[in-house]
């Protein structure tokens, strides 16, 4: 399996909405081999895919599919941002073509500026639409634009009189104006995903 990358275990059941915990309790193992599985830090082998398969209902020959060019089409920032993509940054990744409409599903980059993260380099995913803002987005961690321009990652709330976003570290933007959100599909890891397009000299 030298070839295959565990971070895509982590993008299917993430894009099925199945818990960690739940994914171990149906293998049988514990939730901290389910980490070390999508983490590539335990052998994987052709019986645990099976099972890992069998969870997702889903045919092992799909986690080989082709993969597909995703554009990076911002970055997000210390405060939860999203700014345009700086001309150092990465411009596209390569993905396995597993995802539903896998076409219309773009990334975002998460580079915090003037701190030290762990998070630095992971990937958001998440769909390009116009269906301004779906009922799927309520409620859920979203790409957010507002309607004065500023774009954030957040959880849009609705109530009888106003929208928010809430963001994430506690804070509240109350009564705004939405212009767009799409929900986040999945974070991954710098490690599950190929770098397509670096800057010129970097």
């Known amino acids: 399996m030298e070839h295959f990358n565990p971070g895509t275990l982590k993008l299917l059941r993430k894009q099925r909405s199945i818990s960690v915990a739940d994914m171990a309790d149906a293998m049988g193992v514990s939730v901290a081999q389910i980490h070390r599985l999508e983490n590539g830090e335990r052998r994987l082998t052709v019986d645990t895919l099976l099972q890992f398969c069998k969870v997702l209902d889903m045919d092992m020959c799909q986690l080989f599919a082709a993969h597909r060019e995703i554009p990076v089409t911002g970055v997000v920032n210390s405060?939860?941002?999203?700014?345009?993509?700086?001309?150092?940054s990465v411009r596209s990744i390569s993905l396995p073509a597993i995802l539903p409409g896998i076409e219309q599903v773009a990334a975002l980059r998460w580079e915090p500026d003037g701190h030290i993260s762990g998070m630095t380099g992971h990937i958001l995913l998440y769909y390009l639409h116009n269906d301004r803002i779906p009922n799927s987005?309520?409620?859920?961690?979203?790409?957010?634009?507002?309607?004065?321009?500023?774009?954030?990652?957040?959880?849009p709330i609705k109530d009888e009189s106003a929208t928010h976003i809430d963001i994430p570290?506690?804070?509240t933007q109350f009564n705004v104006e939405l212009e767009w959100a799409s929900p986040i599909l999945a974070v991954l890891a710098p490690s599950a995903v190929k770098i397509l397009q670096m800057p010129t000299g970097t």
Request: negative net charge; glycine residues 12%; hydrophobic residues 30%.
């Open 79 to 88: 405060v939860y941002e999203v700014l345009p993509t700086p001309e150092e």
């Open 137 to 155: 987005a309520w409620g859920t961690r979203c790409y957010i634009r507002k309607s004065n321009g500023e774009q954030v990652i957040g959880w």
């Open 169 to 171: 570290e506690g804070r």
